[in-house]
């Protein structure tokens, strides 16, 4: 079975840090472009962060550029988003993605897996 598992989220304090897992089953993310994708309440999708397939080119959403990193793990299938100095705006659940593409995007639009996402709320 094909599926993005992501692993990681929870309550966190303004300021603090968390760190978003996506594992990847039934697949090798070798050949995926993969992104991660929020949803705040009562809002819609967006882009926050993507990475090529070989890491060697990222992008980020304007509001995380500087406290979030995306990196990646081919061996273990794995893609990584590390969020620093969080704020209640960041709160929502964080999903990610996988196109088969060697470069990424941060469009919702054609991507081919989808995780069923989890939840980041960052309150005091």
């Known amino acids: 079975q094909l599926q993005l598992v992501e692993s990681g989220g929870g309550l966190v304090q303004p300021g603090g840090s968390l760190r978003l897992s996506c594992a990847a089953s039934?697949?090798?993310?070798?050949?995926?472009?993969i992104g991660w994708f929020r949803q705040a309440p009562g809002k819609g999708r967006e882009g926050v962060s993507c990475i090529s397939t070989s890491g060697g080119f990222t992008d980020y959403a304007d509001s995380v550029k500087g406290r979030f990193t995306i990196s990646r793990d081919n061996a273990n299938n794995t893609v990584y988003l590390q969020m620093n100095s969080l704020s209640p705006e960041d709160t929502a659940v964080y999903y990610c993605?996988?196109?088969?593409?060697?470069?990424?995007?941060?469009?919702?639009?054609?991507?081919?897996?989808w995780g069923k996402g989890t939840l980041v709320t960052v309150s005091s």
């Open positions: 993605a996988a196109q088969r593409e060697r470069r990424c995007h941060l469009l919702l639009d054609g991507m081919d897996f």
């Open positions: 039934g697949f090798t993310t070798d050949y995926y472009a």
